[in-house]
């Protein structure tokens, strides 16, 4: 199995840290960012694995060649001169997954005890496009979903609720957690170029009437590490 980490961004609200490594390389618990991602996703099945870089992104290569890729079979990288935000970096990437088979996507600064094989498993058996691991939580950028877990809007700050598609049923509003499954054939519906919210894609597809499902994962051990006092063990 393939997958996807995300490890470009500059990581500002982690200054200080983040003047001298990538946000990939800050530690919690004595392991880098990028080490416990890793081996989540190893534990899920994967085997290859690409990671975008920019931000200090030379000294990711050093690392894990250090570390023997923490066993992976493959590792590749993803160079963004200029940074592709998620939807740019995943269709920029697209060439890596060659082999018509369903993938996961993880953010480098995402720490989560998330069953990523359940979800996995979910995506499969659903057909769907796209399905991200959602929880109830409070954000400030919440994603709606109907009753049959289709994708239908997002609230954005400044900008309130858009609804792309008529709900089935009541909505609930959930929190992306920053992990997700995709199905390869999403790169021939990407019309967005650039650097680009996977988010704006996700919106513009499920409005179209693709699948973008959610996966809940509520009761799941989750912290985003966007902040110094994040780091530290779930």
């Not at 983040?18 to 880098?32: C, F, H, I, N, Q």
Request: charge should be positive; hydrophobic fraction near 40%.
């Amino acid at each position: 199995m393939k997958a996807m980490v995300f490890a470009a961004g500059r990581g500002t609200r982690l200054q200080p840290l983040t003047d001298t490594r990538p946000k990939a390389l800050v530690e919690v618990a004595g392991r880098t960012l990028l080490e416990h991602v890793l081996r989540r996703l190893i534990e899920a099945g994967a085997t290859e694995v690409i990671v975008n870089l920019h931000h200090l992104g030379g000294q990711i290569p050093p690392f894990l060649e250090k570390h023997k890729h923490f066993g992976l079979r493959r590792v590749a990288y993803s160079q963004e001169p200029t940074l592709l935000d998620t939807g740019g970096g995943l269709k920029q990437a697209a060439w890596f997954f060659d082999d018509g088979n369903p993938f996961l996507v993880h953010n480098v600064d995402v720490l989560s005890d998330i069953d990523l094989g359940a979800l996995l498993a979910a995506h499969r058996n659903s057909g769907a496009l796209a399905t991200l691991a959602v929880m109830a939580r409070t954000t400030e950028r919440p994603l709606y979903f109907d009753t049959e877990g289709r994708l239908v809007g997002r609230r954005t700050p400044g900008k309130g609720d858009e609804f792309v598609q008529t709900p089935h049923g009541k909505t609930v509003s959930l929190g992306f957690c920053g992990i997700q499954a995709v199905s390869p054939a999403i790169f021939g519906k990407m019309s967005e170029t650039g650097a680009f919210p996977l988010a704006e894609a996700y919106l513009r597809l499920a409005g179209a009437g693709e699948a973008i499902l959610a996966h809940r994962v509520d009761g799941a051990k989750w912290r985003d590490c966007g902040r110094p006092e994040d780091l530290r063990p779930l």
